[in-house]
């Protein structure tokens, strides 16, 4: 009879691969290909997207990105979260992990896969103005919220919780302007100023309405196994807790308090993402796959632009 550690176990790699029984195919293929792809052991992309802070991360760019009207449509009108939300998440991941552990063969096609799946989902929206707006998801305003809402997000919470980053905050935002190339973004940021200065561009279309909070509450207590539901109200607390203000302002959200007093986030974050990845293992399949095709290649060690 399975125990309660092993059941555990299952369901928490279940969460992230859609339920599959095993390592997913695509994980195992990023072995294949002909070049070290975009990044190497020592990039900073590595460094952030190996780290388990990717789970407070994938919070917080949900939580961004929901402030914007024309992004919040597409994911209302044409996304299937609330019915499927660990397809979802499965898919975002292997988007992910492709372009940072692949070679660039396939890192360019799964761009090009959710760029091409991107032509379908468009619709209409009224903006903070007041006007009605047609959107696409491949608008070019619409790909940059995203990207920056993502890089954004992935380095805020790796800095709270992670480990140092090769080359600093710059390094990682040059590394992932890679992605945004890939999808299409022009001129993504190459450095953090840069990154500031292109979020604080968008602030006067973000908003907070009744869609918004609908989203941040299934945010907030998604459909989990019960066995990671405390774990994940950590997780989701800081989420919130690593926010810039003006976002968790806008979100109608607070950091964890009891009456005035801050409640500490950083050492049970830090806890519950240790005993995450202890189940997990380290390095990931997918880090695994990439290292085994480098070895393969005798591709030397990447370092980051700026490391």
């Not at 949900?62 to 979802?88: C, E, F, K, M």
């Not at 890192?107 to 090009?112: D, L, M, Y």
């Not at 066995?227 to 968790?248: D, E």
């Amino acid at each position: 009879m399975e125990n309660l550690v092993a059941r555990w176990r299952r369901e928490l790699r279940g969460t992230f691969s859609n339920n599959s029984p095993t390592v997913p195919q695509w994980e195992l293929d990023l072995e294949k290909g002909d070049d070290g792809g975009y990044f190497g052991p020592e990039s900073a992309a590595w460094a952030v997207h190996g780290s388990m802070t990717t789970l407070v991360a994938g919070i917080q760019s949900l939580l961004i990105q929901a402030l914007h009207p024309g992004a919040l449509a597409g994911v209302h009108d044409h996304s299937n979260y609330r019915t499927d939300p660990l397809g979802r998440l499965a898919g975002t991941i292997r988007w992910i992990f492709t372009v940072s552990y692949g070679d660039t063969v396939a890192a360019q096609a799964a761009s090009n896969k959710v760029l091409h799946i991107h032509d379908f989902i468009r619709g209409s929206y009224t903006a903070t103005s007041g006007e009605a707006r047609p959107y696409m998801a491949n608008d070019p305003d619409l790909l940059r919220w995203v990207h920056l809402a993502f890089t954004q997000a992935f380095l805020a919470t790796h800095e709270a919780y992670g480990s140092a980053i090769p080359g600093g905050a710059d390094a990682y935002v040059a590394d992932w302007a890679v992605a945004g190339a890939l999808m299409h973004v022009a001129n993504p940021p190459t450095t953090r100023a840069e990154l500031d200065a292109q979020l604080a561009d968008f602030m006067p279309e973000l908003r907070h309405d009744e869609r918004v909070a609908e989203t941040v509450a299934f945010i907030k207590d998604p459909p989990l196994p019960r066995s990671q539901q405390a774990g994940y109200k950590v997780l989701f607390a800081a989420a919130v807790a690593s926010l810039p203000r003006h976002y968790r302002e806008l979100l109608q959200l607070r950091a964890p308090r009891l009456g005035p007093v801050p409640l500490p986030v950083t050492l049970p974050a830090k806890a519950v993402l240790a005993v995450v990845g202890w189940s997990l293992g380290s390095p990931g399949p997918s880090e695994a796959s990439a290292r085994a095709r480098r070895t393969r290649l005798g591709v030397e060690p990447t370092p980051s632009k700026h490391g």
